[in-house]
């Protein structure tokens, strides 16, 4: 009996076997999502045991005698009403090993895969292309063989597209394809050089005049051959490319408005349609098999000839597309950063207890934060080692530093222009963005160094307007595109940049010092983001001689850092709907004592401290009144500036929202100076309910007192 489900294969007659996996990209980046009737031939090979939901298992892979590390565990996605077992690899040995195996079908993925994020289908490998890797019992639980089966002596052949016009009846006639090796002033062209590329066996779409005419098989592989006597007539030098192919007639002919806005979206690279839906002025161009399906699915009435007849699976199975949303539980968390502050410390570094917590929560809340302090306090190594200790370095492009510069007044040095020729330049932004979109499952991290050397505003505008366009698609988070299509002049262009957008794994980070040489934030930038402050400094500190053990970065994927709430209605549920209302009500207290002042905060706002406090809860990292304190100092302070007396009476309300009742307001109002003495004010700060945002207000009035003017920044 053979069971089949998805990309999965069970075979009763095969001794030992667990499942037969078909190859797809799930495979080079983290495993497999097993499905649910495959659980019962895993179980009897771990000798009957199931893993319960929430839980996993250690197994051990072998290969060519050699041991590999993986897991089994059975994800807990009851939000979703189910549970999902998945088998995940523990390093990128085994990833590499898996790419050196299956060269065929990573190639083909890869040039298939969509770069926008908002797509979720995946590219599946054609039968006829097909590789695999089974799994066989042992002995002992826990421990499989693998067997992998790659495709070397599978051929798939490769669809081309030819424009013909007026050479369609001379061509047709010989049975030929042919162009020059260059034109005018001895240049090629790629769509000439593409004849270089056809091999024996390859099919051949034939197009002139709006229709598809004829499709063709390439009898023998493309030679360098001189111009044919049937266009000894035309212009082109007489040495060139020839292929030597047998047509065959399309009929009906096949009109190109049929389908070519469908060809258009696989975003084939080099293909023959541009962004307005017609053909591309050239000659030869590539196609794929899903390009032919598209066009064959458009013709019912053609008789096609059976060697242009491929079945790609339509395989929506969105279990193998989301293999990195699933993987870190909630308990583990915690355990994650453990290993984070552990590998910053071994570095040689230290920063102020419960930072990287904070750093964490406030990246979970929204992908950007500020990092504000004085000159010489590790912010920008913090990003960095924060980044590498998940994997992301700046090497394999997942950690990027960007200097701002004083005079950036526009966009265009984060995001691009067109030149005059009407050639987009990527700004380094975008490049990144290209980047990230090629790889949802990694996270990426850009570091905007000294970003307030320029005023914000005036360069990050669009960013800010466009990471507000946050919305759901299926479970992915999509924004509207940063660049429109419509504002590419160039085809090569819009197929690499059009429509690009901000993926889900992109982290913005930006650092500041705040002096005369800097710009201060507007409330736009300062709603958008959590501002974290460490100024406090304490220089007698060591790296360990000679740590115990070497750690090494261990990659993180993105469900780790994502999002998982947009707006409070993706939130707002019957266990959470308490703290979400409690904190409410604290804001609301807080609103009136802001808005004489015209600080006080909205929805948004509002949205980003709940959300805060929600993950630090889940997570069990900090207490509600910890949480709620580091909030009030990173999303309500930031807001609070200026020299008059309402100034003072706000941050004085503030400090009793902060201390509590035992603060009476009317008794250091008339005397000041009680609030900077310095047995007092420990007094104080011991016994507040929020000591942090305490010790800012403090710092603020006395700069209120001292100066006549305050700011967060300035204190």
Not at 70 to 84: C, F, I, K, M, Y
Not at 274 to 301: A, C, M, T, W
Not at 519 to 545: C, G, M, W
Not at 687 to 713: C, H, N, V
Request: proline fraction near 5%; include cysteine; charge should be negative.
């Amino acid at each position: 009996m053979i069971t089949q489900i998805r990309s999965w294969i069970h075979d009763n007659s095969i001794p030992n076997l667990i499942g037969r996996k078909k190859v797809d990209w799930s495979i080079f980046e983290y495993g497999s999502t097993i499905p649910n009737d495959f659980k019962v031939y895993f179980s009897q090979a771990n000798d009957g045991e199931e893993i319960k939901k929430g839980s996993g298992r250690q197994v051990t892979l072998i290969y060519d005698d050699k041991h590999y590390s993986a897991s089994l565990r059975n994800v807990d996605q009851s939000s979703a009403g189910r549970e999902t077992l998945q088998l995940r690899f523990h390093s990128n040995e085994i990833k590499e090993l898996m790419v050196s195996v299956f060269k065929s079908s990573y190639k083909y993925i890869l040039e298939r895969k969509p770069t926008d994020p908002g797509k979720k289908k995946q590219v599946n490998v054609p039968d006829e292309l097909a590789e695999y890797i089974e799994f066989y019992s042992t002995d002992s639980p826990f421990i499989y063989e693998m067997k992998l089966i790659p495709g070397h002596d599978l051929k798939t052949p490769s669809i081309w597209w030819v424009n013909q016009g007026s050479t369609l009846n001379e061509e047709l006639k010989e049975g030929i394809l042919w162009a020059p090796l260059s034109g005018k002033g001895g240049r090629s062209q790629y769509h000439w050089d593409t004849m270089d590329e056809v091999r024996k066996g390859d099919i051949i779409l034939h197009y002139a005049n709006g229709l598809l005419h004829y499709v063709s098989r390439a009898i023998e592989d493309s030679i360098n051959a001189k111009k044919p006597r049937s266009m000894s007539e035309s212009v082109w030098d007489e040495q060139g490319r020839l292929i030597r192919a047998e047509y065959f007639p399309i009929e009906p002919n096949i009109p190109l408005n049929s389908f070519s806005q469908e060809i258009l979206e696989l975003n084939i690279a080099q293909g023959p349609i541009h962004s307005g839906g017609g053909v591309k002025q050239g000659y030869l161009f590539r196609l794929s098999i899903e390009g032919l399906n598209i066009i064959q699915s458009h013709s019912p009435d053609v008789t096609w000839p059976e060697f242009t007849r491929f079945e790609v699976e339509n395989n929506e199975d969105l279990d193998e597309v989301e293999p990195m949303q699933t993987i870190i539980g909630d308990g583990e968390v915690a355990v994650v950063l453990s290993k984070i502050k552990a590998y910053i410390q071994q570095q040689g570094f230290y920063y102020p207890p419960h930072l990287i917590e904070n750093f964490y929560l406030s990246l979970k809340t929204k992908p950007f934060v500020i990092l504000a302090g004085v000159s010489g306090t590790g912010k920008t190594k913090l990003i960095k080692l924060f980044a590498e200790s998940m994997g992301a370095t700046s090497q394999n492009g997942q950690f990027t530093l960007i200097p701002v510069r004083p005079d950036w007044s526009d966009p265009s040095d984060l995001i691009g222009y067109s030149d005059l020729s009407g050639k987009f330049r990527p700004g380094r932004l975008v490049e990144v963005l290209l980047e990230a979109s090629r790889n949802p499952g990694k996270p990426y991290f850009i570091c905007l160094d000294e970003m307030n050397l320029a005023r914000v505003e005036h360069y990050f505008s669009d960013i800010l307007s466009i990471l507000e366009t946050q919305e759901w698609q299926d479970d992915r988070i999509i924004t509207d595109p940063i660049i429109h299509d419509k504002s590419l002049v160039q085809n090569e262009d819009r197929v690499v940049y059009g429509n690009l957008s901000i993926p889900e794994n992109l982290y913005l980070i930006g650092t500041v010092n705040m002096d005369e040489t800097t710009h201060p934030f507007s409330k736009k930038v300062l709603d958008r983001a959590n501002t974290i402050e460490f100024n406090d400094i304490y220089l007698p500190q060591f790296p360990e001689e000679d740590p115990e053990a070497k750690l090494s970065p261990e990659p993180v994927p993105n469900q780790f850092l994502r999002s998982d709430y947009l707006r409070l209605v993706d939130a707002f549920h019957a266990d959470t709907k308490a703290l979400i209302t409690k904190t409410t009500e604290a804001l609301v207290r807080i609103n009136n004592i802001l808005e004489e002042n015209h600080a006080h905060v909205g929805f948004r706002t509002r949205d980003a401290v709940c959300f805060y406090m929600l993950y630090s809860q889940r997570y069990k990292l900090f207490s509600e009144d910890e949480a709620f304190d580091r909030q009030l100092l990173q999303k309500i302070l930031p807001r609070i500036q200026g020299s008059s007396a309402s100034i003072r009476r706000a941050l004085l309300n503030l400090m009793k929202v902060c201390v509590g009742s035992s603060f009476v307001i009317k008794d250091y109002s008339e005397n000041m100076e009680l609030l900077f003495e310095e047995r007092k004010f420990n007094e104080l700060i011991n016994q507040a309910k929020y000591p942090q945002s305490a010790k800012k207000i403090a710092s603020m009035l006395r700069r209120l007192e001292e100066d006549g003017f305050t700011s967060y920044w300035l204190s």
